[in-house]
């Protein structure tokens, strides 16, 4: 009877631990995730950000060729 015991202790204890790899599985996936999804936003901040960049280089670029005429007269 002892061994079927064992038997039974043995294999609870591995289910035990399969279920708390699987919740630890669920959890590592749940950041993963979270960590795409920041890191999209991340790029859709940078996306935007560029193209401010850009809009304000534009309004450089004509506020110094309005400058240069100014000075050209």
Do not use: H
């Not at 038997?7 to 590592?28: L, N, P, T, Y």
Request: overall charge negative; glycine content about 2%.
């Amino acid at each position: 009877m002892a061994c079927g015991t064992r038997g039974w202790a043995e294999a609870k204890i591995e289910k035990r631990a399969q279920e708390r790899d699987a919740k630890a599985a669920a959890k590592d996936a749940d950041w993963a995730e979270q960590d795409a999804s920041d890191a999209i936003d991340l790029a859709v901040y940078a996306v935007y950000d560029a193209q401010l960049a850009v809009l304000n280089a534009l309004d450089a670029r004509v506020c110094a060729d309005e400058q240069a005429k100014i000075a050209s007269m």
